[in-house]
């Protein structure tokens, strides 16, 4: 049984469409996560570029060996993802991804220890446009944060009739790309990310309430007069600009009392989501 139920592509004219929108000049090392069956991989090869292409079927993993025993430019690795340590140089993804751990890739390659430059990645299309975000379709909280260092970007759609085996969705190639200047420096960051998860665990659906939590009243109105935001707008069709824009705003003029209520916010909520997968994780080898 495949590992993590990949589904793989099966058209070479689509991997040829979506090789050609790759970067290669800012891919000194490239990184394949789930090989498969190697479509992919064999086009990747052709770039001339050092791979490294990650397999945690052992099946699979097999037949890519005895596939490029003379590959002299692709290392072969049997691991699984989520606990392969990323390599210590900058490096470029081009995969087709898990679907159903998707989420979980994505939090992995953009974390503060990752040395990713750009990753191309094929996933669930409803999941390319939550990450992608507003105005593309309700922004969660996962996009803004990811916006901050990173430029999220849709390429193509794929048709499902494109797989095998087929999925009940279509799905889509997005590029996450490492900003040259991230939006903020790393305290600044840090608070930032503080202020968004401490007003969306606040589950308040409309802006103006949302913000009441930080701001005061008076503050709240000159903020969304000045963004000519309406007051009913809900948090989730925010765009990250207007994040931006409200979060300088309470940098400025929110009371030290507000600042410190918010800090920890984005720490605290890495810590629940870690234990969850923890116990996630125990489930599923019991």
């Known amino acids: 049984m495949i590992s993590h139920s990949q589904n793989f592509i099966n058209n070479r004219e689509i991997i ?68 392969y340590s990323t390599p210590s140089k900058p490096f470029t993804i081009v995969s087709n991804i898990p679907f159903n751990i998707t989420a979980d890739i994505v939090r992995k390659i953009t974390n503060e220890q990752s040395k990713l430059h750009t990753a191309y990645l094929i996933m669930q299309k409803d999941a390319s446009i939550k990450f992608l975000g507003a105005p593309h379709a309700h922004s969660p909280l ?3 944060i ?7 970007k849709w390429l193509m759609d794929i048709d499902k009739s494109n797989y095998s085996p087929r999925p009940k969705f279509d799905t889509a190639f997005v590029s996450i790309k490492r900003r040259k200047e991230p939006v903020f420096d790393k305290q600044k960051s840090e608070q930032f990310k503080d202020f968004l998860v401490y007003i969306f665990e606040r589950r308040k659906p409309r802006i103006k309430e949302a913000l009441k939590s930080t701001m005061s009243n008076r503050q ?9 935001i309406s ?15 409200m979060f ?34 125990t489930r599923k080898d019991t």
């Open 146 to 152: 990811l916006n901050i260092d990173f430029e999220i």
């Open 220 to 228: 709240v109105e000159i903020i969304l007069s000045n963004l000519h």
């Open 142 to 144: 996962l996009s803004h």
């Open 16 to 83: 040829n469409k979506l090789i050609s929108q790759v970067n290669f000049n800012d891919a000194d090392l490239i990184l394949e996560i789930g090989p498969g069956k190697g479509l992919i991989t064999d086009a990747l090869i052709k770039q001339n570029k050092k791979i490294i292409a990650v397999e945690v079927d052992p099946k699979l993993f097999s037949d890519l060996q005895k596939k490029y025993a003379n590959a002299t430019n692709l290392s072969l690795i049997q691991a699984d993802f989520l606990k």
């Open 248 to 281: 300088e705003t309470f940098v400025v003029h929110a009371l030290e009392k507000s600042k410190k209520r918010i800090s920890g916010s984005y720490k605290k909520l890495l810590a629940e989501q870690s234990q969850l997968h923890k116990i996630n994780r």
């Open 231 to 245: 007051e009913d707008r809900e948090i989730k069709k925010i765009i990250f600009t207007e994040w931006v824009s």
